[in-house]
Every structure is written in structure tokens, then in C-alpha cells.
């Protein structure tokens, strides 16, 4: 599956922004999918896991209370819906894609993950 990333922009804080992520390829809807963000100089680190079918999902104990992740399989789209913007919410955050179900916690492992898009860069000023 091929991912494409969009909605970063420059937003001040305490705003909000909704990311999308287009897919394209018939098996969308049987990947987990994932958005994960790196600031610079930092690690990759996962933001939002959701299942297949959206029924299900995880978040870091960091993001729980300001982020969302949904998905809508008849369109091939992954959102993230961000609230309460941080200045270290600054990053690119990308869209991924695994094979593996959602009970398998693929988020452990980034090589889980074998599409990935190319990035949205978000940038919360103060």
C-alpha cells in the first residue's frame, strides 16, 4: 500500500489540526495503521496505533489525552485529529502502514511497518 501524508502547517499554540492519510491499493482496510512523529534530532516515536476496522486503539500514555486517531476504509484514510497544539508537538509526522493485526502491538517495532509516507511537517509556534 502506498501512503500520502497531509494537513501540517504552521499552527500557534493551543490550536488544532486534523492530518489525513490517503492510501492507495485494494487491502487497506486489513492493515493496522499507525501515525508516529520525529522532531529534530530526535527518535521516531509512535503517536497512534488503530486496527482494521477502527474498533480498537492505542496511544502512549503521552498522548492519550490530545490526540485521536480514526480511519475511514471506504475512503483509504487515516486521520489524526491533534488538539491543544505544544510548541513539542513540532515534528514530521508520518503515516504507516502494517500487515500485522492489532492484538500483535506492531507499534514495538518500526520494521513492523512496511509502507510508510513521506511526512507532514507540523509546527506549533508559541
Known amino acids: 500500500v502506498q501512503l500520502q501524508a497531509s494537513g501540517g502547517g504552521l499552527v500557534l499554540a493551543g490550536g488544532s489540526l486534523r492530518l489525513s492519510c490517503g492510501a492507495s491499493?485494494?487491502?487497506?482496510?486489513?492493515?493496522?495503521m499507525a501515525w508516529f512523529r520525529q522532531a529534530p534530532g530526535n527518535e521516531r516515536k509512535i503517536v497512534a496505533a488503530i486496527s482494521w476496522s477502527g474498533s480498537t486503539t492505542y496511544y502512549p500514555d503521552s498522548m492519550k489525552d490530545r490526540f485521536a486517531i480514526s480511519r475511514d476504509n471506504t475512503n483509504n484514510t487515516v486521520y489524526l485529529q491533534v488538539s491543544s497544539l505544544k510548541p513539542e508537538d513540532t515534528a514530521v509526522y508520518l503515516c504507516?502502514?502494517?500487515?500485522?493485526?492489532?492484538?500483535?502491538?506492531?507499534?514495538?517495532?518500526?520494521?513492523?511497518?512496511?509502507?510508510w509516507g513521506q511526512g507532514t511537517l507540523v509546527t506549533v509556534s508559541s
Open positions: 491499493g485494494r487491502t487497506f482496510s486489513s492493515y493496522t
Open positions: 504507516a502502514a502494517s500487515p500485522l493485526p492489532f492484538k500483535k502491538a506492531p507499534w514495538m517495532n518500526d520494521r513492523n511497518f512496511d509502507s
